[in-house]
């Protein structure tokens, strides 16, 4: 499995993107790259998935190189209802064997 | 969009008694299950793959007999922990994968959170 490396934490102001980076420098061929969301108490919710280039949807922008070894997730203009802690997985997500294994993920604090 | 449910959301049990939490996909078949533990200010850590029809796949150091899973049907994943104690005491939430499309999407139930007194 792809060991992955985010940061622990980050602090943000209302209206800002705010760029997450995560590490996986021996990620392989098979794997895709996966983004959730959690809120205390709560499940994850899954954000965005993609594979290589850029993935955009409703909720954010997932930006990943040529060389995939690392991926950004672009949330714009962030709400203090963003505040959580976002994981990034990566793995052969299309595999029926894969099984999700979560890092630290980063805790975002957005303030007022 | 996909949902999976999970009862109790909260429970209190005395230390030495059993509890059951169910884990149920709403609006499809999930012939796998996970069930996650986290502890406060940590990550989700996986306890157990359950499979429809035949027995948990437990990851090292989870306790089988202490952590009892029962997936009797295609909806529906049970966690019972034995014998709690104050240590298992912690958030546990299951996902459910949709094997329908073959995107093996996986959805996360809300949580259980456990006290054991």
């Known amino acids: 499995l792809a060991k992955t490396t985010q940061p622990i934490s980050m602090d943000s102001y209302e209206g800002q993107e705010v760029n997450i980076t995560c590490s996986h420098n021996?990620?392989?061929?098979?794997?895709?790259i996966t983004w959730y969301q959690q809120f205390p108490s709560q499940g994850p919710r899954f954000i965005i998935q993609?594979?290589?280039t850029k993935v955009t949807n409703e909720v954010a922008s997932l930006f990943i190189p040529a060389d995939r070894k690392s991926s950004t997730l672009s949330l714009p203009r962030v709400s203090l209802s963003d505040t959580a802690v976002y994981y990034c997985?990566?793995?052969?997500?299309?595999?029926?064997?894969?099984?999700?294994?979560f890092g630290s993920g980063t805790r975002l604090l957005v303030r007022p | 969009g996909a949902v999976v449910s999970q009862h109790p959301s909260w429970v209190i049990c005395k230390s030495g008694t059993s509890v059951k939490i169910e884990c149920r996909s709403l609006?499809?078949?999930?012939?796998?299950m996970f069930w996650y533990r986290q502890f406060p200010k940590q990550s989700l850590m996986l306890m157990a793959t359950?499979?429809?029809?035949?027995?948990?796949?437990?990851e090292q150091g989870v306790e089988k007999d202490k952590f009892l899973i029962n997936h009797a049907s295609l909806t529906l994943s049970t966690l019972t922990v034995t014998s709690a104690h104050p240590e298992d005491s912690s958030f546990y939430i299951c996902?459910?994968?949709?094997?329908?499309?073959?995107?093996?999407?996986?959805?996360f139930g809300p949580g259980t959170r456990l006290t054991v007194t």
């Open positions: 021996n990620i392989a061929t098979n794997d895709y």
């Open positions: 359950s499979n429809e029809g035949s027995k948990a796949t437990y």
């Open positions: 993609g594979y290589k």
């Open positions: 609006d499809f078949q999930a012939t796998t």
């Open positions: 996902s459910a994968r949709d094997d329908g499309l073959g995107t093996y999407e996986q959805y």
């Open positions: 997985l990566v793995g052969p997500m299309k595999d029926s064997s894969y099984k999700l294994i």
